[in-house]
């Protein structure tokens, strides 16, 4: 199998925790329920997420080996997903760092999480989503 299969797979199953954990905590704060409903919705989003970051290291790993091997000649689309991938573990360790110590400025939390989910889900589209069409087309 490719890295770029083997990278496509691991995106389908990090987009997929992404949107559990988006999810759980659209449902979590945009819905009236109760304390044990919330409880759940809590917990789920934390699996979910820690999921979604134990998921991002290998992704990181194959994609900056990948960037190691091609050198000066990136395309576009590649500088595009370097950068905002980079933006994306910018934005995750910003509010990790502020759930696990910062916790006074934990009213950030949810406009991080949906900065997190748009731009995976973005990063998702212009690079595992062009290589499945390719392979489709």
């Known amino acids: 199998m490719s890295d770029y299969a083997i990278k496509t797979v691991l995106a389908v199953v990090f987009l997929g925790t992404g949107l559990c954990a988006f ?20 917990r789920l989003h934390k699996k979910a997420g820690w999921a979604f970051v134990v998921i991002l290291a290998p992704l990181a790993v194959l994609g900056a080996d990948f960037l190691v091997e091609i050198g000066d000649g990136l395309p576009t689309r590649g500088a595009f997903h370097f950068i905002l991938a980079a933006g994306l573990v910018a934005i995750l360790l910003v509010k990790l760092l502020i759930v696990k110590a910062y916790r006074q400025q934990l009213r950030f939390a949810p406009a991080l999480g949906m900065t997190i989910f748009a731009l995976t889900l973005v990063i998702f589209l212009i690079t595992a989503g062009y290589f499945v069409l390719i392979k489709l087309l």
């Open 23 to 42: 999810l759980a905590m659209m449902a979590r704060f945009g819905r009236p329920g109760g304390e044990a409903r919330s409880e759940r919705l809590r």
